[in-house]
């Protein structure tokens, strides 16, 4: 098949969230197909990633990214743009993303494509354009929908609810419609596919999970030092942030009064609202991205996952497991994913009982083996990435063109 992906950045490296899951699929697509990855290139480093790319043998096309300074608009289609994120109908980050130069680029290779897919739902736009004759697939990473109105729960400010409740109502709107328009929309989970479903009886909804390299990510030895706590996260991604704070406004001195020796390890959380408050706490180290996530996790005693909002699924709790690195997650850190609480990984939902829950698995090597060990089964039995883009493969070969 010849297939065309369009990304809002290059799919490398893949460090968070959706470029792993982007990058694992598209990169065994392209050993198996005839694949051209679009993306926009925003800066340097984006135009070196690219280069990257195609030195190992991607077919790349980058569209330049046109950024909005509505102070000094550069053009008039610019402050179009921004005003219709300000004022329109659209999520803002649609319209943020619908640019013309990725117009022009889709435009020239569209021709003969049997698929193309954009991998992020703000992407969708793309899709509606193309021509006749390929299937237009639709991942939905986040149900944004959803997204934000778990976000609305944590909100204050009459200002920032206003506006947060007027871009939920934008996004249910565009993702109710646009679920329908394509031919297929990719969910992560069942749980998304039913929300999705939900917001539209009508959309054509498959589910392909996000998966995990178990091949390169293989478990060591439990870590037995019993003080060392993991969280990782994006700081692109909001409920990272949010859980993040959480973490260290409200779970965190409750551990530290019951484990005065425990230390805590936030990967990739380098950004204002995380470091801040990182300063006044004891035993807190905040990094910035590493390219290798295996030494820390081997590292550490316990991984954590205090996700309070967001949709889709979390890959840190995938990639803990197949390290066999025991998980402690709230009940959104782990939904949608085929793991019992329990069995898995540890459940806590509020800031006492997830403290608690840390305490007691610190104290607790075995409790942690059994549950890193039963992680590891899983992420084998249903989340390696081989499988999964064989799952990708039949969603392409069943879906018809609308």
Not at 5 to 30: C, E, H, K, M, Q
Not at 198 to 206: C, D, F, K, Q, T
Not at 322 to 335: D, F, H, K, Y
Request: proline share 6%; net charge positive; hydrophobic share 45%.
């Amino acid at each position: 098949m010849r297939i065309i992906s369009i990304n809002a950045l290059p799919p490398y490296p893949p460090t968070f969230g959706g470029l792993v899951r982007t990058f694992n699929l598209l990169d065994r697509l392209r050993r198996r197909h005839e694949l051209t990855t679009l993306c926009f290139c925003r800066s340097a480093e984006d135009l070196e990633n690219v280069r990257w790319l195609t030195d190992h043998g991607w077919d790349v096309r980058a569209a330049p990214f046109a950024r909005l300074q509505p102070s000094r608009p550069q053009s008039w289609p610019a402050l179009a743009r921004h005003l219709a994120a300000a004022f329109g109908g659209r999520p803002a980050g649609v319209t943020h993303w619908d640019q013309p130069a990725m117009r022009d680029v889709l435009a020239a290779v569209a021709p003969g494509a049997d698929v193309i897919q954009a991998e992020e739902g703000y992407l969708g736009p793309y899709l509606l354009r193309t021509t006749r004759g390929a299937r237009r697939i639709l991942t939905a990473l986040d149900v944004y929908t959803v997204t934000l109105s778990r976000r609305l729960a944590f909100t204050t400010g009459w200002r920032a609810r206003w506006s947060l409740r007027r871009e939920i109502a934008r996004f249910r709107r565009y993702e109710s419609r646009i679920s329908s328009q394509v031919d297929r929309v990719l969910a992560m989970s069942e749980v998304d596919a039913d929300i999705l479903r939900g917001l539209n009886p009508a959309a054509r909804v498959a589910v392909v999970p996000n998966g995990i390299d178990t091949i390169r990510l293989q478990p060591g030895p439990i870590a037995e030092h019993g003080h060392r706590l993991l969280f990782v996260g994006s700081p692109l991604h909001q409920p990272n942030i949010d859980a993040a704070v959480w973490l260290l406004t409200e779970i965190w001195p409750r551990i530290l009064q019951r484990r005065p020796d425990a230390s805590l390890t936030l990967v990739y959380m380098n950004v204002p609202a995380v470091t801040r408050l990182a300063e006044g706490q004891a035993n807190v180290r905040v990094t910035s991205r590493i390219l290798d996530m295996v030494p820390l996790y081997r590292e550490a005693d316990l991984c954590l996952a205090p996700i309070r909002i967001g949709s889709g699924t979390r890959f840190k709790i995938l990639e803990a497991m197949a390290l066999a690195a025991p998980v402690l997650s709230t009940t959104i850190g782990a939904e949608g994913l085929a793991a019992q609480p329990g069995e898995h990984f540890a459940l806590a939902d509020t800031a006492e009982a997830f403290a608690a829950a840390a305490v007691a698995l610190l104290a607790d090597v075995d409790r942690r083996r059994r549950l890193a060990e039963a992680g590891r089964r899983l992420v084998e039995a249903r989340y390696e990435w081989n499988r999964i883009v064989e799952q990708l493969e039949q969603v392409y070969r069943e879906t018809e063109i609308g």
